[in-house]
């Protein structure tokens, strides 16, 4: 089995959103340690040096007014790019190296140096939309790095998997009308930012590409489990994507101090099992997690780790959640996915 590879940094601490935000740098110090203990413990993990992603990169998804805007920060020792998106003078350059480090991840598993691999980095990306940052959010990471897997490597299809408990919602909108990019997303509903009804499926040549599934508060490893097996794997499976990224928030977890659902460490572990087969039958095996939220410590520690194991196992996904409690929902969607199925 290949090996895994997993980027994080010390540069990603320097990133201070003030004293009592929860999206704070002791997040990255958990998941530094875990990394380097995992790394340490064999050779079925390593760790990657990191870049600074460059300016034609962040384009991609931003325009250069926005672009020059975040950069002004760094003349600041706080700016608020909106209510809860502060910066300090680093945050710029800090960003530049979490999207840098995801596109470095992208380029050593696409040259299969790496069978698959973490980017474990802050501030988070998928609520930045492409002229405003939200939501704790400034460079849409993911969004970019779809992007750059169609420019620099060929990519066609790229599915990507948004299991944060907020709405992915700078994602969306990066790829609504584009049907060349599947964007999939279960969360807290009604909640931030809130979009991602389930009757938002994309627009134009879009239409069909985009899978929202909104779920009610209290919703655990059952009812997520149900929707992966209902609605998610068949999406995927029916799209055929040729990479698929997944944009990895733990705020789902039952201890999450944001997000009020009641996923396990077992469930995020069924749920990257279930990614890491379609990857193995659609895309040669090629995925990539990307950090966005979590924001308990243990919780995050313990469902990184759940994950960095799935990556180097081969097990089956066992679904066996109910769903019971969802089931209208599910039906909901998968009356909408049945116009494009
Ligand atoms: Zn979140």
Redesign the pocket.
Known sequence: MPRSAIVTDPVFLKHEPGPYHPEHPQRIQTLLDLAGEVAAGGDRFELLPLRAAVQAELELCHGSDYIDLVRSTSEHNRFALDGDTITCRDSFGVALMAVGGFLQLLDAVAAADYGNGFTMARPPGHHALRNRGMGFCLFNTVAIGARYLQEKHGARRVAIMDW???HGNGSQDAFYDDPSVLFLSTHQYPYYPGTGAADEAGNGRGEGYTVNVPLPAGCGDAEYLAVFRDIIVPAIERYEPDWLLVSA?F?SHRDDP?GAMGVTERGFGVMANALLELARRHTGGKIAFLL??GYDLAALRNSVATVLECMQSEEAASFDGSGERIATRIREVLRIRERYW
């Open positions: 944060d408990v907020h928030g705020d944001l966005e939220g």
